[in-house]
């Protein structure tokens, strides 16, 4: 579902021009780990390998090329989930091993950047969230952009 158009400056790293298309949208990660790391690692960059290496990540351990071998992608577990993700057996709660340095497609989910031109896009939502639209989830607001998906949309934009 297409949410808000996005233009932004990648010098400045700010957002021109944001106008959404719905603003009802909200959301609040419940760690429930169910669609996102669930469904195998997601394809990473070199920005994504950097942040990797400062949480101390071995990343020839952890990565694998993807069909294309252009690309590398955070390999899988044996039952398809992300190898980072961990589940903490007392609370039942998954959580990223390295959550604080974790590539940028994962910090967009369940939102998702299609670029349209020249530093603009249209922000859409990855339907099969518990987070979207929480009761107690925070408005998917200007401000909530720019905390949250702005960084990982640049991070995930080649030569910024």
Known sequence: MDIAEIT?????????????????????????????CKLGGPTINDKDIRRLRKAGIVIENVVEPTKDNDLVRLKETENG???????????????????????????????????????????????????????????????FVEKNILGPIMDSIKDI
Not at 109 to 134: D, K, M, Q
């Open 8 to 36: 932004f400056d990648t010098k400045t790293k700010r957002i021109i021009k944001l106008d959404f298309l719905r603003k009802d949208i909200k959301f609040r990660c419940k760690r429930c780990a169910v669609f996102c």
């Open 81 to 143: 989930a992300c190898t980072l993700l961990k589940r903490d057996d007392k609370s039942m709660i998954y959580a990223c091993s390295v959550y604080n340095f974790r590539p940028s497609l994962c910090r967009l989910y369940p939102f998702e950047f299609v670029s349209t031109g020249e530093n603009t896009g249209i922000l859409r939502t990855i339907p099969l969230c518990n987070g979207l639209n929480a009761t107690d989830g925070e408005l998917v607001d200007r401000k």
